[in-house]
Each structure stands twice: as C-alpha cells, then as structure tokens.
C-alpha cells in the first residue's frame, strides 16, 4: 500500500470519527480537548487529533502510525482498561491471521537487541508511560509500557545461557481488544517494539 493509500484510509476514518463524535470523546481516550482537536500520549510523543490531521510532536505521522491513531480515535469507548490477567496475542478472538506477523514484527525484531534495551529499561519506561511488570510476570528482566492511553503491554526477556537463545514475549493488557480491531493491535505492538528499538540506537 502507498503512503496515499495510507494517508486517504486516516483521512476517512478521521471523517467518519468527526461526522458522529461521540460525547465526551476527550473522556473516553481520555486526553484533552481544544476546541474541535483532540490531544493524547501516544508512542510517547504528543498526538494532536483533529478534523484535518493528526500530528505527533507536530509532525505528520507515517502513515500506517495515522492509520493506528484515527482506528483508536474511532473506537474510544467508556470502558476503563483492565491490566490482568495479561494476554497473549494469539489469545484474543480473531487474532489467528495476524498471529505470525505479530510474533516477527513485535517479538522476533527485538531479539538481537536484548542486551541494549536492558540498558535502557528506564528510558522505555518513561518515554512510553511505563512502569514495573506485574508481579505475575517472570523472565530475566520485564517491564510494563502505555503506547496508547488505554493499552498497555508488558515485554519479557529472555538473555541467552548456555542452552538457550535470547527471547522476547509481549503481552497485552487483558481488554486491549476493546479498543482497537485486532489488526490495529497488532501493528501497535509492532510499531512500540520499533519506538523501543529507536530510543536505544
């Protein structure tokens, strides 16, 4: 797909979002508002939602990234998140097409970087709104990260030994699906997994 192709799919979805916005939408993602716009912490950068864009930091985001925030504005609903029991991707209904995807683009990208992000745990964590794993979570080292206000997702490494390889799980917070189409959840694993691989270059 082009990045027009990308950028018309955000475009729709953001009309669609301003043809029936719900009541207190600023509530239900919950962010801020500012006349017809709308603003949240996504990815740990500043998105700005309104009829005629969106933006992070100011800038256009890529285009899949507007597809994600238009998709999360367009499904902002009242629910609160709930954290756990966390869940695997693989474990939310629907997800079975996407299943491979998500394991190369979130999980597997991460691998050969183990090391340096366990050098840098408290800069993910604060960039991405993030804190300590639960403490149901084991591995080697883990923590917890917000890319969007109302999902969350918990990364847990695996260092190599002797016998074993470095691995990396990501789990999601246990209604994530609530608020975004399995799709979407997917590529918004991929694309923390790439926001955590930027901050540590």
């Not at 993910?124 to 923590?143: H, K, N, Q, T, V």
Request: aromatic share 10%; with cysteine; charged share 20%.
């Amino acid at each position: 797909m082009t990045t027009d192709n990308y950028l018309k799919l955000a475009k729709a979805n953001l009309d669609r979002l301003y043809d029936n916005l719900p009541d207190a939408l600023e509530e239900r993602l919950p962010g801020w508002k500012n006349g017809s716009a709308y603003s949240f912490s996504a990815f740990g950068r500043l998105c700005v939602i309104a009829p005629d864009g969106i933006t992070l930091d100011g800038a256009e985001p890529p285009g899949v990234i507007g597809i994600l925030l238009s998709l999360y504005a367009l499904n902002a609903v009242p629910d609160l998140p709930v954290l756990e029991p966390l869940k695997a991707f693989k474990e939310f209904p629907d997800s079975a097409p996407y299943v491979g995807a998500f394991a190369s683009h979130t999980e597997q990208i991460l691998i050969p970087a183990v090391q340096r992000i366990r050098s840098k745990t408290g800069l993910i964590m604060e960039r991405l709104s993030g804190g300590a794993a639960p403490s149901s979570i084991s591995g080697d080292f883990a923590f917890l990260v917000r890319p969007l206000p109302k999902i969350f997702l918990s990364y847990i490494f695996y260092e190599a030994d002797e016998d074993f390889p470095p691995s990396v799980t990501c789990l999601f917070s246990n209604n994530a699906n609530r608020f975004m189409p399995m799709d979407g959840l997917a590529d918004v694993g991929e694309y923390t997994s790439k926001t955590i691989l930027e901050m540590i270059r």
